[in-house]
């Protein structure tokens, strides 16, 4: 890989940064935050003077973009939180730290890296004033470490780097590996080992590890800070994330979804892991009062919340759990708790909580002498150390996740970005708002004076159809005078109709003179500009609707033309046209009818007003629904009468069973003799419906699964379709699962036809038959036999068979002998000693039962209904559901028991698989000894109604569905006379 040349570049006019003019006056003792959180062993704890009154918005930085994150998006079940929690604990990564950007300050220099641009920036912290850049090949995910006027950090580039402190220039750099390879990981390029822990420094060395996947090596590698010189460099495992610390002897390094490695400072080697498996994060920190500590948290994996753990920092041995902790501070001898809803100090000695105090400021936390800052949304908040009252509230946009305090001044990073300086404020402040009212001839110019600076301000608004920036060359200005903070608005008229303007705010004080970040920019209304939108919907056998989006101009005049022929941009090419009046932008449409079925239509939009006019940009098609004569030369009329339930199922998966016995079926009349011209439609056949045809079987029954939009009392019946020879293929949707695409996150009809247990839903959740005995006498179709020592099924456990919280469980059993005790019909479970998870149908103490793990759960505990006697020698259809308040168990669609339970399923203790005919984990294994048929596993809690007629219409086909006889068109009785002509001939 090659470096890039001219890495230092200088920033003259930074224009997304508010400067300010304010003589910030250094302490001689000011305590430096020369690394992230401070120091090394991450405590955020400063010892410089603070002064709450002082703490005013001295200065802003706002980015292009927010940061690009490391880890963003999906590990919906093991690496995020649950959507449930309060708003301001919500979904929080364990891989938890890079959301913002994190600075580190000394001598009036402020730096801090993005993952952004792939730079590390010097700012001048008194200003606010860009100084310069220093570029790598990556994302720079922690501010840089000060050491003796250097700046050590890393990069996903894959390189430690160490530059000059004062001009950005490069002392050296550093890889473990030469990059190879590179991958694509947010929109950029990295190598394999990028650079996420941060570097630190103890006795002139520089530490750090890298790493990106557990499959490939990690390294943790040690650097003469001055030279760059490898000391040692040692490869393993690991999957360090986030900022590694280092006491004396040790080095502690975050996993993220893993529990903290430690080694020994001396050569690197292992000295073992802080915690267990279902513990990680990347937040931790080193104390020492009372004793040595290493605490660690925020991710709990496969589970909710957020804890915090203390582990004795040489041993390893556990010393507490602060559960919902989310930071910790400890100083003399008093610990500060922040967890989900509270601020607390603690007595390290007894452990008594001296105070505790409410708080929705959870993402941050330090302490500057005696006051303590916490982060939130939109907002920090000072808290005093003594007794916990809140000091002051400072505003600011952006959860406040990130907090440093240096020189008297409190920096402030917020997740879309941005860092607030905020000391003795002397600046205005003030910003551009978006136009509004715009018409073709004036707007509202908007704005907003943030602060004043505590000094009597001026405000002048500047416009123009060019863009002059932070220059006084604007061709127009409007003059406000003083004005308080607020928001800033006057309509301007005259202006031109369908031109582009700019403008922006400035803002005066006796110290300084400063304009907004960006200008702002709107177009005036005039020409209309018009397109087809997403085309025509509501689309039938003889009516559609058209649609066209107004996308510029008001008062306009949209005509609809359309016709069986593109007209292009000429009204008289087309058949047809329609006219709207007086539209404003936005979505326009109109409703045809009397179409002709199965014809395509065209159309397009036009649009008028008193500035011109203007063409969608082309024209759009549509075709119009079929019929069920057209080609289908036998139909038959399905109704449910057996469904008397008051609730409508949606997409409800119905059991047809088709044979000879109904007056006028004939397999003969088929064009396809597998059955490919079958198709099933909804109740006045315009829409194809999703079918899997689970046998078939010309000479006795064949079994179909329909798929049925809404199943009601006293609804249209289905209809079904054949006989067409231009149609003898089935069409994909009847084996990719769209029958079953209702919740179902498994469906296994276990009719054996090879040696795989195919499951018919869209998750394909396959298994393998080990010892199991396909007989004919099921349910539907078959079924398969378990001996009771030997036969199971067994398919893996994907995310899709462990529903977060919601679910149903269904089957048919017909055991051949009494169960024995946790005999298992079905399990997705673990039952190992004190750890549990997942759900099972089981027979225990006696009795068959719906078995569930749920989180809140006590560890040696499963939550059941109290269980029912099962019959042996006849098939019963057994359920469960749960919908995170109710376990409710379902013998023959009948509610037997109900038992009350709360939270979601537990996964933490992963199930080997889904097993069908036993219960299995690594201690025992639990068989079941019959018959089994049909088995479901659904994300949904399915309602009684549901698996009444999910039971009866296997139970009681014929009374449950009935058959009109098949009526043929007159299509089909002239086609197939003269096809027998012609046979007979």
Same mark, same amino acid.
């Given at each position: 890989?090659?470096?890039?040349?001219?890495?230092?570049?200088?920033?003259?006019?930074?224009?997304?940064?508010?400067?300010?003019?304010?003589?910030?006056?250094?302490?001689?003792?000011?305590?430096?935050?020369?690394?992230?959180?401070?120091?090394?062993?991450?405590?955020?704890? %400063?010892?410089?003077?603070?002064?709450?009154?002082?703490?005013?918005?001295?200065?802003?930085?706002?980015?292009?973009?927010?940061?690009?994150?490391?880890?963003?998006?999906?590990?919906?079940?093991?690496?995020?939180?649950?959507?449930?929690?309060?708003?301001?604990?919500?979904?929080?990564?364990?891989?938890?730290?890079?959301?913002?950007?994190?600075?580190?300050?000394?001598?009036?220099?402020?730096?801090?890296?993005?993952?952004?641009?792939?730079?590390?920036?010097?700012?001048?912290?008194?200003?606010?004033?860009?100084?310069?850049?220093?570029?790598?090949?990556?994302?720079?995910?922690?501010?840089?470490?000060?050491?003796?006027?250097?700046?050590?950090?890393?990069?996903?580039?894959?390189?430690?780097?160490?530059?000059?402190?004062?001009?950005?220039?490069?002392?050296?750099?550093?890889?473990?590996?030469?990059?190879?390879?590179?991958?694509?990981?947010?929109?950029?390029?990295?190598?394999?080992?990028?650079?996420?822990?941060?570097?630190?420094?103890?006795?002139?060395?520089?530490?750090?590890?890298?790493?990106?996947?557990?499959?490939?090596?990690?390294?943790?590698?040690?650097?003469?800070?001055?030279?760059?010189?490898?000391?040692?460099?040692?490869?393993?495992?690991?999957?360090?994330?986030?900022?590694?610390?280092?006491?004396?002897?040790?080095?502690?390094?975050?996993?993220?979804?893993?529990?903290?490695?430690?080694?020994?400072?001396?050569?690197?080697?292992? !000295?073992?892991?802080?915690?267990?498996?279902?513990?990680?994060?990347?937040?931790?920190?080193?104390?020492?009062?009372?004793?040595?500590?290493?605490?660690?948290?925020?991710?709990?994996?496969?589970?909710?919340?957020?804890?915090?753990?203390?582990?004795?920092?040489?041993?390893?041995?556990?010393?507490?759990?602060?559960?919902?902790?989310?930071?910790?501070?400890?100083?003399?001898?008093?610990?500060?708790?922040?967890?989900?809803?509270?601020?607390?100090?603690?007595?390290?000695?007894?452990?008594?909580?001296?105070?505790?105090?409410?708080?929705?400021?959870?993402?941050?936390?330090?302490?500057?002498?005696?006051?303590?800052?916490?982060?939130?949304?939109?907002?920090?908040?000072?808290?005093?150390?003594?007794?916990?009252?809140?000091?002051?509230?400072?505003?600011?946009?952006?959860?406040?996740?990130?907090?440093?305090?240096?020189?008297?001044?409190?920096?402030?990073?917020?997740?879309?970005?941005?860092?607030?300086?905020?000391?003795?404020?002397?600046?205005?402040?003030?910003?551009?708002?978006?136009? &509004?009212?715009?018409?073709?001839?004036?707007?509202?110019?908007?704005?907003?004076?943030?602060?004043?600076?505590?000094?009597?301000?001026?405000?002048?608004?500047?416009?123009?159809?060019?863009?002059?920036?932070?220059?006084?060359?604007?061709?127009?200005?409007?003059?406000?005078?003083?004005?308080?903070?607020?928001?800033?608005?006057?309509?301007?008229?005259?202006?031109?109709?369908?031109?582009?303007?700019?403008?922006?705010?400035?803002?005066?004080?006796?110290?300084?003179?400063?304009?907004?970040?960006? &200008?702002?920019?709107?177009?005036?209304?005039?020409?209309?500009?018009?397109?087809?939108?997403?085309?025509?919907?509501?689309?039938?056998?003889?009516?559609?609707?058209?649609?066209?989006?107004?996308?510029?101009?008001?008062?306009?005049?949209?005509?609809?033309?359309?016709?069986?022929?593109?007209?292009?941009?000429?009204?008289?090419?087309?058949?047809?046209?329609?006219?709207?009046?007086?539209?404003?932008?936005?979505?326009?449409?109109?409703?045809? &009818?009397?179409?002709?079925?199965?014809?395509?239509?065209?159309?397009?939009?036009? !649009?008028?007003?008193?500035?011109?006019?203007?063409?969608?940009?082309?024209?759009?098609?549509?075709?119009?629904?079929?019929?069920?004569?057209?080609?289908?030369?036998?139909?038959?009329?399905?109704?449910?009468?057996?469904?008397?339930?008051?609730?409508?199922?949606?997409?409800?998966?119905?059991?047809?069973?088709?044979?000879?016995?109904?007056?006028?079926?004939?397999?003969?009349?088929?064009?396809? %003799?597998?059955?490919?011209?079958?198709?099933?439609?909804?109740?006045?056949?315009?829409?194809?419906?999703?079918?899997?045809?689970?046998?078939?079987?010309?000479?006795?029954?064949?079994?179909?699964?329909?798929?049925?939009?809404?199943?009601?009392?006293?609804?249209?019946?289905?209809?079904?379709?054949?006989?067409?020879?231009?149609?003898?293929?089935?069409?994909?949707?009847?084996?990719?699962?769209?029958?079953?695409?209702?919740?179902?996150?498994?469906?296994?009809?276990?009719?054996?036809?090879?040696?795989?247990?195919?499951?018919?839903?869209?998750?394909?959740?396959?298994?393998?038959?080990?010892?199991?005995?396909?007989?004919?006498?099921?349910?539907?179709?078959?079924?398969?036999?378990?001996?009771?020592?030997?036969?199971?099924?067994?398919?893996?456990?994907?995310?899709?068979?462990?529903?977060?919280?919601?679910?149903?469980?269904?089957?048919?059993?017909?055991?051949?002998?009494?169960?024995?005790?946790?005999?298992?019909?079905?399990?997705?479970?673990?039952?190992?000693?004190?750890?549990?998870?997942?759900?099972?149908?089981?027979?225990?103490?006696?009795?068959?039962?719906?078995?569930?793990?749920?989180?809140?759960?006590?560890?040696?505990?499963?939550?059941?209904?109290?269980?029912?006697?099962?019959?042996?020698?006849?098939?019963?259809?057994?359920?469960?559901?749960?919908?995170?308040?109710?376990?409710?168990?379902?013998?023959?669609?009948?509610?037997?028991?109900?038992?009350?339970?709360?939270?979601?399923?537990?996964?933490?203790?992963?199930?080997?698989?889904?097993?069908?005919?036993?219960?299995?984990?690594?201690?025992?294994?639990?068989?079941?000894?019959?018959?089994?048929?049909?088995?479901?596993?659904?994300?949904?809690?399915?309602?009684?109604?549901?698996?009444?007629?999910?039971?009866?219409?296997?139970?009681?086909?014929?009374?449950?569905?009935?058959?009109?006889?098949?009526?043929?068109?007159?299509?089909?009785?002239?086609?197939?006379?003269?096809?027998?002509?012609?046979?007979?001939?």
């Amino acid at each position: 890989m090659n470096t890039k040349i001219n890495n230092v570049h200088t920033k003259i006019n930074m224009r997304n940064l508010i400067i300010s003019l304010i003589f910030f006056s250094a302490v001689a003792s000011a305590d430096d935050w020369s690394t992230y959180m401070h120091d090394n062993s991450r405590s955020g704890s %400063s010892a410089d003077p603070v002064n709450i009154n002082d703490l005013d918005l001295g200065w802003k930085f706002t980015p292009s973009a927010p940061p690009m994150i490391a880890w963003d998006g999906g590990m919906p079940w093991d690496a995020w939180r649950s959507p449930s929690e309060a708003a301001a604990v919500r979904s929080t990564p364990m891989r938890d730290f890079d959301f913002v950007n994190f600075v580190t300050v000394q001598n009036g220099q402020l730096f801090f890296g993005s993952s952004v641009d792939d730079s590390v920036h010097c700012v001048d912290a008194r200003s606010g004033t860009e100084k310069w850049a220093f570029t790598t090949d990556g994302p720079v995910r922690f501010p840089p470490t000060i050491f003796n006027n250097k700046l050590y950090f890393g990069s996903d580039d894959g390189y430690a780097y160490c530059i000059d402190a004062s001009t950005g220039t490069q002392i050296w750099k550093y890889t473990p590996e030469i990059p190879n390879r590179l991958i694509a990981n947010n929109g950029k390029f990295v190598p394999m080992h990028p650079i996420r822990t941060g570097v630190a420094i103890y006795d002139d060395k520089a530490y750090f590890a890298s790493s990106l996947v557990p499959w490939k090596n990690s390294y943790l590698c040690a650097l003469n800070a001055d030279t760059g010189t490898e000391i040692y460099k040692v490869s393993g495992g690991t999957t360090p994330m986030g900022a590694l610390l280092v006491s004396s002897s040790r080095i502690y390094i975050p996993q993220g979804r893993l529990p903290p490695a430690v080694f020994n400072r001396s050569n690197g080697s292992s !000295a073992g892991n802080a915690g267990s498996y279902g513990q990680g994060g990347c937040y931790a920190l080193l104390t020492s009062d009372p004793a040595p500590r290493f605490s660690y948290g925020w991710g709990k994996q496969h589970a909710n919340g957020y804890d915090l753990y203390e582990y004795n920092a040489d041993t390893l041995a556990s010393v507490s759990e602060h559960l919902n902790g989310r930071h910790l501070i400890v100083k003399n001898g008093m610990a500060y708790l922040l967890t989900d809803t509270t601020l607390s100090a603690i007595n390290r000695s007894n452990n008594n909580t001296v105070w505790s105090v409410n708080t929705d400021c959870v993402h941050s936390l330090i302490l500057v002498d005696n006051v303590l800052f916490a982060g939130g949304f939109n907002k920090v908040v000072a808290y005093s150390i003594s007794n916990g009252s809140e000091l002051k509230t400072i505003s600011v946009k952006g959860t406040a996740r990130g907090l440093a305090y240096s020189g008297q001044r409190l920096f402030v990073s917020t997740d879309n970005g941005s860092i607030y300086a905020l000391g003795e404020a002397q600046n205005p402040i003030v910003n551009n708002l978006p136009a &509004s009212n715009i018409t073709d001839v004036s707007a509202n110019f908007n704005g907003e004076l943030s602060s004043t600076g505590q000094a009597p301000t001026s405000v002048i608004l500047y416009w123009d159809t060019v863009d002059h920036g932070t220059n006084t060359d604007w061709a127009n200005f409007v003059y406000f005078g003083l004005c308080p903070p607020g928001n800033l608005s006057t309509n301007i008229s005259g202006l031109n109709p369908k031109t582009t303007y700019y403008y922006t705010y400035c803002a005066s004080n006796s110290f300084s003179k400063v304009f907004a970040d960006n &200008s702002e920019t709107f177009k005036t209304y005039g020409i209309p500009k018009i397109n087809n939108a997403n085309g025509a919907n509501n689309i039938g056998v003889s009516a559609a609707q058209l649609n066209a989006n107004l996308t510029e101009g008001i008062s306009a005049d949209v005509t609809f033309y359309w016709g069986s022929t593109d007209g292009g941009t000429t009204p008289a090419n087309w058949q047809f046209s329609q006219t709207v009046s007086n539209a404003n932008e936005g979505l326009i449409s109109y409703n045809l &009818s009397s179409l002709l079925k199965t014809s395509v239509y065209y159309y397009t939009s036009y !649009a008028l007003n008193s500035y011109g006019s203007g063409w969608s940009p082309s024209s759009s098609y549509f075709k119009t629904k079929l019929n069920i004569d057209d080609g289908w030369a036998y139909k038959i009329i399905i109704n449910f009468p057996g469904y008397n339930k008051s609730s409508a199922l949606t997409n409800f998966p119905a059991l047809v069973v088709l044979n000879e016995g109904i007056s006028g079926f004939k397999y003969s009349d088929f064009a396809s %003799s597998t059955g490919g011209d079958l198709r099933f439609l909804n109740s006045d056949a315009t829409e194809f419906l999703n079918f899997e045809i689970e046998k078939w079987d010309t000479s006795g029954d064949s079994y179909v699964w329909v798929q049925v939009p809404l199943l009601y009392n006293e609804m249209n019946g289905i209809n079904a379709a054949w006989g067409n020879p231009n149609e003898t293929n089935l069409p994909p949707y009847t084996s990719d699962g769209s029958t079953w695409s209702e919740k179902y996150a498994g469906v296994w009809h276990l009719n054996h036809t090879d040696n795989v247990c195919h499951d018919s839903s869209p998750n394909a959740n396959n298994g393998g038959y080990n010892d199991v005995t396909h007989v004919s006498n099921g349910k539907v179709d078959g079924a398969d036999d378990f001996n009771g020592s030997t036969s199971f099924i067994n398919t893996p456990s994907p995310s899709n068979l462990r529903p977060i919280r919601d679910i149903t469980v269904s089957l048919w059993i017909n055991p051949d002998a009494a169960m024995i005790n946790w005999a298992c019909p079905l399990a997705n479970a673990w039952d190992n000693g004190n750890n549990e998870s997942g759900y099972s149908i089981s027979y225990v103490n006696n009795k068959l039962r719906f078995l569930i793990k749920t989180a809140s759960m006590a560890d040696n505990a499963w939550n059941s209904n109290p269980g029912y006697n099962i019959a042996v020698g006849s098939w019963q259809h057994i359920a469960g559901t749960y919908d995170g308040s109710t376990i409710r168990y379902y013998v023959d669609a009948v509610q037997k028991e109900t038992r009350h339970a709360t939270g979601n399923l537990n996964w933490n203790y992963s199930p080997q698989g889904l097993y069908i005919g036993k219960f299995h984990d690594d201690s025992e294994d639990d068989y079941y000894d019959g018959k089994i048929d049909e088995v479901r596993v659904s994300s949904v809690a399915r309602s009684a109604d549901w698996l009444w007629a999910e039971q009866q219409t296997m139970a009681d086909n014929s009374m449950f569905t009935t058959y009109v006889i098949p009526e043929p068109s007159f299509f089909s009785v002239f086609f197939f006379s003269v096809l027998s002509f012609f046979k007979n001939l």
